[in-house]
C-alpha cells in the first residue's frame, strides 16, 4: 500500500469504527465496501480482520453475560463457525470480480427486503431451527465473503430481539466467526508479513471510532436502531456492485 492508501484507509476505518460503535454490526461491510475502491477485494477483507476480532471481543467485553450468550446462542455459533471454517478454505480461489458481486447481492437484496417485507415474529418453538438454519447460511456467506452480518441481523430482526441484546449476541456471533477466518487466511499463507502488522495498525482508528459512536448509541429509538442498520447496508451495497462493474 502506497502512503496515500494508507492515509485513505485509516479514515475509513474510523468511520467503519463509528458505525459499528453506533448499531453495533456493519464494520467489515462499510470498510470492505469502501476499501475495495482502492484495493483489491481479498486484501480489503485482510485489512479487515484484526479490527473486527479486537472491536468484537470489545463489544462482547462491554455488553457483559458472554457465558449466558453464548448458551443461548449454541447452535447458530456451532453452525457459525464449522460453515465458515469449511467454506473459507475453498474460496481463495475466487476472482475479485466474482466476490464483490457476491458481497454486493448478498447485502443490497438482504437490506430491501429487511426494509420492505417485514419477517413475521419468530416463534419460540422454532427458534433452534432457525439458528441452525442462519448459522448454516452466516457460515457459508462469511466463508466466502468475510461478511455474514446480514443473517445474523435477519434472525435477530425476527426474533424481535432488544436492542441490548441485539449488541450482545452480534458482539459473541461475529467474535467467533472472525476466529475460523483468521485460521483460515493464515493457514493459506495469504495473511503473512507486513499484512498482519497492517491489520493490526488499523485497529487502532477503529477503536477509536467505536468508542465515538458508542456514546450515540443510547440516543437511538429501537426502530431507528434497525432502520439505521438496513439503509446502511443497502447503499453499501450498491457501492460494491458499482465496483464489481467496474473491474474487469
Known amino acids: 500500500m502506497t502512503g496515500d492508501e494508507v492515509l485513505i484507509a485509516l479514515a475509513v476505518f474510523l468511520l467503519a469504527g463509528v458505525a459499528k460503535g453506533l448499531i453495533g454490526i456493519g464494520f467489515p461491510t462499510v470498510t470492505i465496501s469502501l ?5 483489491e477485494p481479498r486484501q480489503a477483507i485482510i485489512l479487515t480482520l484484526g479490527p473486527i476480532l479486537v472491536l468484537n471481543i470489545w463489544q462482547s467485553y462491554r455488553a457483559g453475560e458472554v457465558a449466558r450468550t453464548l448458551r443461548q446462542y449454541a447452535p ?7 460453515f465458515l471454517l469449511g467454506t473459507a478454505q475453498f474460496s481463495h480461489g475466487i476472482s475479485a470480480r466474482a466476490l464483490s458481486f457476491a458481497i454486493g447481492i448478498s447485502v443490497s437484496i438482504f437490506a430491501l427486503v429487511q426494509l420492505f417485507l417485514h419477517p413475521p415474529e419468530l416463534p419460540k418453538k422454532y427458534d433452534v431451527p432457525a439458528q441452525i438454519v442462519a ?11 468475510a461478511i455474514w452480518g ?3 441481523l435477519i434472525y435477530l430482526i425476527a426474533r424481535r430481539t432488544p436492542k441490548d441484546e441485539f449488541i450482545r449476541a452480534i458482539g459473541v456471533l461475529l467474535t467467533l466467526g472472525t476466529m475460523p477466518l483468521l485460521y483460515s487466511y493464515w493457514s493459506s499463507g495469504i495473511l503473512v508479513g507486513n499484512k498482519i502488522w497492517l491489520t493490526v495498525f488499523m485497529t487502532i ?7 465515538i459512536g458508542e456514546k450515540f448509541r443510547g ?4 426502530e431507528a436502531f434497525q432502520k439505521t442498520v438496513l439503509v446502511m447496508f443497502f447503499l453499501l451495497g450498491l457501492n460494491i456492485l458499482r465496483r464489481a462493474v467496474m473491474i474487469g
Open 150 to 152: 446480514p443473517p445474523v
Open 219 to 222: 440516543r437511538l429509538s429501537g
Open 135 to 145: 448459522g448454516t447460511i452466516a457460515g457459508i456467506m462469511g466463508g466466502l465473503t
Open 76 to 82: 447458530f455459533a456451532i453452525c457459525l463457525c464449522g
Open 35 to 39: 476499501l475495495v475502491t482502492l484495493l
Open 205 to 211: 482508528p477503529a477503536i477509536i471510532g467505536f468508542a
